[in-house]
């Protein structure tokens, strides 16, 4: 039990589909984000939000759409993505998104997305 | 460019024997480092963390040591267990910055054989 669930674990898309990704921390974390991590790759942060307020986007395709409805939940939209985007989506929460001593990041475990 | 390195992919150790991850990076703003450890179908989880004012910091079987001059940390599990088979992810950044300011290695798969 890690304190942050995602769901679903795994999807498969069409490439012409919209789905969503969730996120829910049970942790009362101020900070949420979004990581990606593809093969061979390194993690790498996508959307950054604190207290429901978006502070980061790394530079992401539009294609992946966040929403942050309250500190406790977050959503990752999805619609026309690519194959290359098949990957394992991370969720994440800390108490603020300083990096100070203490102040971990939790991560969730993962969805698994598959583009075809 | 990558900033942080873990260039040993994968490490295989004896149960009991000691294991030695490396981390080397490239900013030397740096000064925060941390240890993550990822089973498979499981998200990362913490390990320990190190500040730049420190050169070693230890929790239990696991010692995280930095080199500032070298821009090296390695993480020290003594002795290895067969559960510390995992993924482990060097991650690095600015303290009192932002966490989502962190840059991830690509990981060192550990193998620990009974």
């Known amino acids: 039990e890690t304190g942050v669930t995602q769901t679903p674990r795994h999807l498969v898309m069409g490439m012409t589909n919209k789905k969503s990704l969730k996120c829910e921390q049970h942790?009362?974390?101020?900070?949420m984000y979004w990581y990606k991590q593809s093969a061979k790759k390194p993690l790498e942060l996508m959307f950054v939000y604190s207290l429901e307020e978006r502070v980061e986007n790394n530079s992401v395709p539009s294609r992946f759409s966040p929403e942050c409805p309250n500190s406790s939940h977050l959503f990752l939209h999805l619609h026309t993505l690519q194959p290359e985007d098949s990957a394992l989506y991370l969720c994440a929460s800390s108490l603020s998104h300083r990096a100070t001593s203490g102040n971990t990041i939790y991560f969730g475990e993962g969805s698994w997305l598959t583009v075809v | 460019d990558q900033q942080v390195k873990q260039n040993s992919p994968s490490l295989s150790v004896q149960e009991g024997r000691i294991s030695i991850l490396n981390c080397d990076y490239t900013n030397s703003m740096f000064d925060y480092f941390l240890w993550y450890k990822k089973y498979p179908a499981e998200g990362p989880t913490f390990l320990i963390s190190i500040s730049s004012i420190k050169d070693k910091n230890e929790d239990g079987r696991f010692t995280v040591f930095l080199n500032k001059s070298a821009k090296h940390l390695s993480l020290h599990i003594v002795p290895s267990q067969p559960g510390d088979s995992a993924v482990y992810f060097c991650a690095a950044g600015l303290s009192g910055g932002s966490n989502y300011k962190l840059t991830f290695g690509k990981g060192t798969l550990l193998t620990v054989n009974p």
């Open positions: 942790l009362g974390h101020n900070a």
